[in-house]
């Protein structure tokens, strides 16, 4: 069973003016028997903030998966790709790369995506779109892999290639 967090990073979400569908619709995505939605908040678009959040779900929480959701694309306000590279100690570029190609599938608007992954400590983060079609997509894109690379990140022996 792997922990996750499921961290939406908006403006309006954080004082209510905007109703968070990503988060859920993520939260429907991920198989129960393998993964727990343990943390579950929304944050404003700023830089603290997100580094803060990151720090304490994957060095003190303990999380296996932090997926942010937003603040991704070229608007002033979308600092979650720097946040997240303030926190990395490894860069994952092959998750981000999964995420845009199938994004492309359907809009050329995800080469606006600035989303990434990477891996601090024990924890895999990556960053969603912040729309519910964006997020799930993107997860879409790379759920399959996931449940092998938090092994690896635990610490399993397994090969790759099997």
């Avoid at 961290?7 to 991920?30: C, I, M, W």
């Avoid at 579950?40 to 932090?66: F, K, N, Q, R």
Wanted: proline share 7%; charged share 20%.
């Amino acid at each position: 069973m792997f922990r996750v967090g499921l961290l939406t990073v908006s403006d309006k979400g954080a004082v209510g003016e905007r109703l968070d569908t990503a988060g859920p619709a993520l939260r429907k995505l991920l198989d129960p028997g393998c993964f727990e939605v343990s943390r579950y908040t929304i944050v404003p678009d700023e830089y603290e903030a997100l580094v803060e959040a990151l720090v304490l779900w994957s060095d003190e929480a303990g999380l296996d998966l932090i997926l942010t959701i937003g603040g991704t694309g070229p608007s002033p306000r979308d600092l979650t790709p720097e946040a997240t590279l303030a926190v990395a100690e490894r860069q994952v570029p092959g998750i981000a790369e999964a995420m845009r190609a199938a994004g492309l599938a359907h809009t050329p608007h995800a080469m606006l995506s600035r989303g990434m992954a990477v891996i601090r400590g024990h924890t895999l983060i990556i960053n969603l779109p912040g729309s519910e079609k964006g997020a799930t997509q993107s997860l879409e894109a790379v759920l399959p892999a996931l449940p092998h690379a938090l092994e690896k990140l635990k610490g399993s022996h397994a090969d790759c290639g099997t």
